[in-house]
């Protein structure tokens, strides 16, 4: 049985026993205390709790690794440098457009769960000077108190830093990417609980709270489609047009084969070789700079999953009845951007990393147990609109640097 089909039977089991517990079994001092409190809360405690345990570790790890790995950017000069910044260009507004469209809806069940919020003080402490709050005067100081900026920063520099003498520390290069090997390889050992993680929470939920959990749940679900589609058409559409002038009826009518691949496996690492061959066949790009662009693209290009995590962090907020400030609203800008550069291709990655913005806010772990359910399915749609990124911006800078067949470009398929 796939994964998907396990998380979606271990979804609707969960959500029917969490049901019929609270209609036909509640009030039970004993199924409330032992069943529920207890067993369930234990099993989606420990599921959390190695999200915690692993996420910090990963991502420092991850974006040593990634930055070192795009150490080409500074011998590609003008050409790496335009690929980079366009990709977290992108990265920028598809976070900013879900946070944006977010703002407009209102879900009902504000302040359902309030009981196991605890607020941050560093992060509240270190809001007072988002500038001097990215910097760790002590690392070990940041990492002991899960200050996420803090460790990303220091991530950064140290992946900086590496780049310039790479050449010298092979040592330390190969350790870094066997860490982040076995770290990506212990995500997927995670992972795979969550069936286990999925009934175990919504049972608890349903049982607890009924049906009221619905129509967030449901809300926040089409939110996430509707950015989605809106990147995909509209961003990309405006890049293509104010960027390189090229074709956007074309672009678009030689995505349907990628986009299908990548939604099947949900992996952005995996689709690179597919990726390739259709920028190189279908769209003319230069294989010398297509062989560049398109890993990096799956490195650091997370568009759909920055989306994923501006729309999860508003809705769980909301959800918790946490108002998020401005500030707030920067924080996850920057975490989410910055963290896209360490997550992972591989399916479900990103709802490792939505944890490191609800610790940066506040808001309790908990929550993303309860979107798991919906999250395999998203998960293949953002996975489309990654890659769909990835290949945009190849475009884009191929045909600025004259590495693009046009004739091919424009060429429709059969």
């Known amino acids: 049985m796939s994964f998907t089909k396990k998380v979606l039977i271990s979804m609707l089991s969960g959500i029917a026993a969490g049901i ?50 795009i150490n080409d950017v500074s011998t590609l000069g003008r050409l790496g440098i335009k690929t980079f910044s366009l990709y977290v260009f992108t990265t920028l507004i598809a976070i900013t457009l879900a946070l944006f469209i977010s703002s407009f809806v209102s879900y009902d069940s504000i302040g359902v769960i309030t009981d196991s919020i605890q607020k ?59 860490l982040n090997k076995v770290f990506n390889k212990m995500v997927m050992i995670i992972i795979q609980l969550t069936p286990i993680a999925v009934f175990a929470l919504l049972t608890k939920t349903f049982a607890t709270e009924g049906t009221e959990v619905f129509v967030p749940l449901i809300k926040y679900f089409l939110v996430v489609v509707i950015v989605l589609i809106t990147h995909f058409v509209l961003t990309y559409s405006i890049l293509l047009r104010l960027f390189s002038n090229l074709n956007i009826y074309s672009f678009y009518s030689k995505l349907k084969a990628l986009i299908i691949f990548t939604f099947s496996t949900s992996s952005s690492n995996a689709s690179i070789p597919y990726t390739l061959n259709t920028v190189i066949q279908k769209y003319g790009v230069k294989k010398s700079f297509a062989s560049f662009s398109i890993p990096l693209g799956a490195t650091i290009n997370m568009d759909g999953t920055a989306i ?27 975490t989410a951007t910055i963290a896209s550069i360490g997550t992972a291709g591989i399916p479900s990655a990103g709802i490792i990393m939505l944890s490191l913005i609800l610790t940066e806010l506040g808001i309790p772990l908990e929550g993303i147990t309860l979107l798991l359910g919906v999250d395999r399915l998203l998960d293949m749609i953002r996975t489309s609109v990654n890659v769909t990124g990835d290949t945009c911006i190849t475009c884009i800078v191929a045909r600025s640097e004259g590495l693009l067949n046009t004739k091919d470009y424009n060429k429709l398929d059969n």
């Open 20 to 69: 019929l517990i609270s209609n036909f079994v509640l009030p039970n001092e004993f199924v409330e205390y032992y069943f529920i409190n207890q067993i369930l809360y234990t099993i989606s405690s420990l599921f959390l709790i190695l999200l915690k345990m692993i996420v910090l570790p990963l991502i420092f790890v991850s974006i040593i690794s990634g930055i070192v790995s």
């Open 308 to 334: 994923m995590q501006g729309c999860a962090a508003y809705f769980l907020a909301s959800y918790y009845g946490i108002n998020l400030a401005f500030s707030d609203m920067i924080t996850i800008i920057l």
């Open 120 to 178: 941050n003080d560093i992060v509240n402490n270190s809001q007072q000077n988002i500038i001097l709050g990215i910097f760790p005067s002590n690392f070990f100081s940041a990492l002991a108190n899960g200050n996420v900026i803090q460790v990303l920063a220091f991530a950064i520099f140290i992946g900086v830093a590496s780049s310039y003498v790479k050449k010298d520390i092979p040592l330390f290069i190969d350790l870094i990417d066997n």
